[in-house]
């Protein structure tokens, strides 16, 4: 791999905006945990949580952990939808989650809705995460533009597309046929946060036959000052047949995040989604770009996407 690339996507994970925005950021700001919150605090795993290891020719070798809902054991006969979602260690156990010291409270916040079904995490690899993550399309499509932003960028470096492929052809392979799932389009869905987000949206876009929704938590759009969502607005799925869900906090990172999601929900809207129907976008004030944050809100996007459900949570864009 090239060293030098990755150095250069590395601030996909710190900052992309300019100077004069991040002038603006108070870094130390924290969103604490909110006890009373779907998820809560506890500091634990909750439920039944699997292991599988996978050892692949398209990405370096990782983890996924599969979180099955209670009546798995209770009901034999029963098949259930299936949530993948990205950066797998941060999800279920506090002691994996490397960034903000908390995961996002998944088992915790399916346990509380009731929702029955299968979540799949994916582990990432701090290595790769990036060039696994950022959507290949873009980078073939916009290159300049990214070498505007961080000065050596060769899109042919980029591995989001065998990231997918490894997604799809193994991990749901496995996945299906190990768990009882319902493997068809409208009960498999995909979220993500950040990057996560970003590779999420390209998952559904890549792959709308296989993927019914998509959750695009704090999604980093700013990257080339906003081409991402150019790209993105002529790839969009169908509405007739997808969910999709967006949104952002106002602290840390996601300070920036504002004029580019608005950008998004205009060419969301222009293809054909219906506000508060089958697209969704919140701004949450105070939540900064944390696990923290995204465990006191995870509940918004889980009903969206899983359950169909708009409920109350930030303010609908």
């Known amino acids: 791999?090239?060293?030098?690339?990755?150095?250069?996507?590395?601030?996909?994970?710190?900052?992309?905006?300019?100077?004069a925005q991040d002038a603006e950021i108070d870094w130390s700001y924290r969103t604490e945990v909110d006890a009373d919150s779907v998820a809560g605090d506890y500091r634990g795993i909750t439920g039944d949580v699997r292991r599988l290891s996978f050892s692949s020719d398209l990405v370096t070798d990782r983890e996924v952990e599969i979180w099955l809902p209670p009546?798995?054991?209770?009901?034999?006969?029963?098949?259930?939808?299936?949530?993948?979602?990205?950066?797998?260690?941060?999800?279920?156990?506090?002691?994996?989650?490397?960034?903000?010291?908390?995961?996002?409270?998944?088992?915790?916040?399916?346990?509380?809705?009731?929702?029955?079904?299968?979540?799949?995490?994916?582990?990432?690899?701090?290595?790769?995460r990036n060039i696994d993550y950022f959507p290949q399309g873009a980078g073939l499509d916009y290159a300049e533009a990214f070498r505007q932003d961080f000065g050596l960028f060769d899109p042919d470096e980029l591995n989001a597309d065998n990231y997918l492929s490894f997604l799809i052809e193994e991990v749901k392979t496995e996945i299906d046929s190990t768990f009882r799932t319902l493997p068809e389009r409208d009960t498999t869905f995909i979220m993500g946060s950040s990057m996560g987000g970003l590779i999420s949206l390209y998952a559904i876009n890549e792959y709308p036959d296989v993927f019914g929704g998509a959750a695009m938590v704090s999604t980093h759009f700013p990257p080339g000052d906003?081409?991402?969502?150019?790209?993105?607005?002529?790839?969009?799925?169908?509405?007739?047949?997808?969910?999709?869900?967006?949104?952002?906090?106002?602290?840390?990172?996601?300070?920036n995040y504002e004029p580019y999601q608005d950008k998004m929900d205009i060419a969301v809207e222009a293809a054909g989604?219906?506000?508060?129907d089958n697209w969704t976008t919140?701004?949450?004030?105070?939540?900064?770009?944390?696990?923290?944050a995204w465990r006191n809100r995870v509940h918004v996007p889980l009903m969206f996407l899983l359950a169909g459900e708009n409920v109350e949570g930030g303010e609908q864009r």
């Open 1 to 19: 791999m090239n060293r030098a690339l990755v150095l250069s996507i590395a601030f996909l994970g710190t900052s992309c905006a300019p100077q």
């Open 71 to 128: 009546s798995y054991e209770s009901a034999p006969d029963k098949h259930y939808p299936v949530l993948y979602m990205h950066d797998g260690q941060n999800l279920f156990d506090p002691e994996q989650s490397k960034y903000a010291g908390w995961d996002w409270g998944i088992d915790e916040a399916m346990t509380a809705l009731e929702l029955d079904v299968i979540v799949v995490g994916v582990h990432s690899d701090e290595s790769t």
């Open 226 to 255: 906003g081409v991402l969502v150019n790209y993105f607005a002529d790839n969009l799925p169908d509405p007739k047949t997808h969910r999709l869900y967006f949104d952002f906090g106002t602290k840390t990172l996601d300070h």
């Open 273 to 276: 989604y219906a506000r508060g």
């Open 282 to 292: 919140r701004k949450f004030e105070g939540h900064d770009h944390s696990e923290r």
